[in-house]
């Protein structure tokens, strides 16, 4: 019953080209979606946000597109660098509980030269 | 400010003994989550405080579980007694909670990798 889903466990892409990450989620209830970014040996950190009032929000190199029809919801890295090599989880919540966030299983990057 | 600091960074134990994980939430953030982090489910949360009062333990697995916040800047998870399945990295975060949107402001501290052998 995993609400918040990541299918790729793993993907791997060339310095300068795009990474895109996918998640899925089943509760259409969520209203307020996240990207966490890990590093091994340390806790995530926040890296982009978006509501269920927009389809896309944009940051530096990273933009998070949010499909809501399809439950869907992608994070694209362009260009790719290889210190963006980490652990990337997906999360969401709802609005009558904003404390709690949902997370996914996560997708590891990998960016080779 | 150092962050969120956690205690042990590593645990190796035997089945059947306790487990304590100790927190120390980052000074003046009123939210404090646990969670725990598996190859199979990801990151869960397992309780979670505010102002020392704990919120929503739904996601605590059962009774072998505790969760305390005795003061504004310590917490510990009990897991009494311990079993294999417990492996896993458990964190803590905290966050202010002053934005509109809590859940935007967590700050984790760097994990308790657990074994249970």
């Known amino acids: 019953d995993q609400q918040v889903k990541q299918n790729s466990p793993s993907l791997s892409v060339q310095e300068g080209r795009i990474s895109i990450l996918n998640c899925d989620y089943t509760?259409?209830?969520?209203?307020?979606f996240l990207w966490y970014k890990k590093y091994p040996a340390e806790g995530p950190t926040f890296l982009i946000s978006?509501?269920?009032?927009?389809d896309k929000n944009e940051d530096g190199r990273f933009t998070v597109f949010l499909n809501k029809s399809a439950k869907h919801l992608s994070l694209h890295i362009v260009p790719s660098q290889p210190g963006d090599s980490a652990v990337y989880f997906c999360?969401?919540?709802?609005?009558?509980?904003?404390?709690?966030?949902?997370f996914g299983t996560g997708t590891r990057l990998q960016v080779f030269p | 400010d150092a962050g969120v600091i956690q205690s042990p960074r590593h645990e190796v134990t035997e089945m059947g003994q306790e487990v304590t994980l100790r927190c120390k939430p980052i000074?003046?953030?009123?939210?404090l989550f646990w969670y725990r982090q598996t190859m199979m489910r990801g990151l869960e949360l397992l309780i979670y405080?505010?102002?020392?009062?704990?919120?929503?333990d739904s996601g605590m697995p059962e009774d072998r579980f505790s969760a305390k916040m005795p003061n504004a800047s310590f917490s510990t998870l009990k897991i009494q007694p311990s079993e294999p399945r417990d492996s896993a990295v458990y964190f803590c975060?905290?966050?202010?909670?002053?934005?509109?949107?809590?859940?935007?402001?967590?700050?984790f501290g760097p994990g308790t990798r657990l074994t249970v052998l």
């Open positions: 975060a905290s966050s202010p909670g002053t934005s509109g949107r809590v859940t935007d402001t967590q700050y």
């Open positions: 509760n259409s209830m969520f209203d307020y």
């Open positions: 978006i509501s269920s009032i927009k």
């Open positions: 999360a969401a919540s709802v609005a009558y509980n904003t404390d709690k966030l949902i």
């Open positions: 000074s003046g953030h009123d939210y």
């Open positions: 405080f505010n102002n020392n009062v704990p919120i929503d």
